[in-house]
């Protein structure tokens, strides 16, 4: 081991006896080597031990104070070749062993997440684990390999939390709560009561028909949601499935709900909503329904027009109103059309005009991109339009502090699409065209209960039927969006048309 003109060096042990008596040879014949004993000896020196974590060796650190340095003798080429060769080899073998039982570690780690450490974050296990490659081996994606594990590793974690939140909530309120530790034995416990409801047929009073809740489900749609969207609040639109153990399973989590009338409001509360979690979104309201709203603190309320915008400031003038524009439904399942929202530019200008002239609540835009959207493309080109209205809110000195981007997300994943890869450019797009100083939600309801929920009831009588040609009274099952359907219909159409013509 040289002396350097740098003040500090280090000082390699390898385990391997032969390897390092060889190096001992060497190094012996040139007197500009000098042993750890050397340096133990020599007045005005400062020893540091240390032990590396990656290469599982002990390191001196040797720092000279104000003492002159011995005279370096060249080595003879000869010899210098002879102990580069050395060094070479035992540090390689001494970092190839390393590498591998710093995989093996990461392996470990893999297989079990949750151990770590005293004192050491798992992040930091993983990235000490992993850090440096002095060998020159390329280790392919290792970093985004365990990032992945451990994000997947954190969602499994909080979806534990949380179901084990809901659970014991839900007893305390005394609702019967069944925990089913795989998800395989719901069917046997479907199974099972069907018999049971079959065996009480003579009793009148028991009813053959019953609704199977999978809350676990629920939880873990919610912490997908978090994990794709950690800016976005989920609004529950309680219309998709008003039941009060979903509200409550929900609101558990921390989401906030889309109500549309004043059943939907009454529930969440009931529920233990806060008045601030809720948007009233309905763009057409009774007064009633907006005094009610004042009465109980929901602010949030959307609108489309200015009919509507006169009678929620005439009736409830402290409301946050929230201008609901025309979203891109070419890509859903069920299109709105024109029946909510308005037109940007041209209806949505001269609604801000007036909210300005009568000094109304105005604080941000919402939008509804139609119900079972298959495409991210809907979503950015309406967030398009919805910038553009904030930029002309602006230059009217309205400012705007919430986004509503609606609802319309698939309930369920298939090999063609993932909610993940639809929700990937929606994240990207928001994150570029609005600061964090912008409150962000939306409106999911198939997307939390198409998975958690089944409907058993009793089959009374059955009858097969011939499907005759072009009988609208028989439809067949098919996964093909409607919209999809309509345009095959009408390509079809013109075929027959250009071949009869």
């Not at 949380?162 to 199974?191: A, C, F, I, M, W």
């Not at 209205?389 to 705007?400: D, H, R, W």
């Not at 990937?424 to 209960?449: C, L, N």
Request: charged share 35%; with cysteine; net charge negative.
């Amino acid at each position: 081991m040289s002396l350097d003109a740098e003040p500090t060096f280090e000082m390699e042990m390898e385990d391997d006896k032969g390897k390092q008596e060889e190096e001992e040879k060497v190094v012996s014949e040139d007197d500009s080597i000098l042993s750890s004993s050397d340096y133990e000896t020599r007045e005005g020196l400062r020893l540091m031990l240390s032990f590396d974590p990656v290469s599982s060796r002990p390191v001196v650190q040797v720092q000279p104070q104000n003492v002159q340095k011995p005279k370096r003798r060249k080595r003879s080429k000869e010899k210098k070749k002879a102990y580069d060769k050395v060094k070479s080899k035992n540090s390689q073998a001494a970092n190839q062993k390393a590498y591998k039982a710093n995989q093996k570690k990461a392996k470990k780690l893999e297989k079990k997440p949750g151990e770590k450490e005293e004192g050491e974050s798992k992040n930091a296990r993983k990235k000490r684990l992993l850090r440096g490659n002095a060998h020159g081996v390329e280790v392919v994606n290792a970093d985004e390999v365990m990032d992945k594990r451990f994000e997947e590793d954190s969602e499994e974690l909080m979806v534990r939390d949380l179901q084990k939140k809901v659970q014991n909530v839900l007893r305390e309120e005394g609702t019967e709560v069944q925990v089913v530790p795989d998800s395989s034995l719901l069917e046997d416990l479907l199974t099972k009561k069907v018999k049971d409801n079959v065996h009480n047929d003579d009793d009148e009073e028991a009813s053959p028909a019953f609704f199977l809740l999978d809350l676990g489900t629920v939880v873990r749609k919610y912490v997908q949601w978090l994990s794709c969207f950690p800016r976005i609040k989920p609004y529950y639109a309680v219309k998709c499935n008003p039941d009060g153990v979903i509200v409550k399973t929900i609101n558990t989590c921390g989401g906030g709900f889309d109500c549309a009338s004043v059943p939907e409001i009454k529930l969440a509360l009931s529920q233990g909503a806060k008045p601030e979690d809720i948007i009233f979104a309905n763009p057409s309201k009774p007064k009633k329904a907006i005094e009610y709203s004042k009465k109980v603190g929901v602010a949030k309320m959307t609108f489309d027009n200015v009919t509507e915008l006169q009678k929620i400031h005439e009736l409830y003038p402290e409301s946050e109103c929230v201008l609901r524009i025309l979203g891109d439904d070419t890509y859903s399942l069920m299109a709105f059309g024109s029946k909510f929202g308005c037109t940007v530019p041209e209806e949505s200008t001269k609604i801000l005009e007036k909210a300005k002239e009568l000094k109304a609540n105005v604080v941000g835009i919402s939008f509804h991109v139609g119900s079972w959207c298959t495409s991210s493309k809907a979503f950015i080109k309406t967030l398009e339009l919805a910038k553009s209205v904030f930029e002309t809110a602006k230059s009217l000195g309205i400012n705007f502090t919430l986004l509503d981007i609606g609802g319309g997300w698939p309930g369920f994943d298939t090999e063609d699409l993932s909610f993940r890869e639809i929700a990937a450019p929606i994240r990207q797009a928001i994150d570029e065209m609005f600061d964090e100083s912008i409150t962000i939600i939306a409106e999911p309801g198939r997307y939390f209960v198409t998975e958690c929920a089944v409907l058993a009831t009793s089959i009374i009588a059955r009858r097969e039927r011939v499907k005759q040609p072009n009988d609208p009274r028989i439809v067949e099952r098919t996964d093909t969006p409607l919209h999809e359907q309509q345009a095959a219909k009408e390509k079809e159409k013109e075929k027959e048309s250009f071949q009869n013509g």
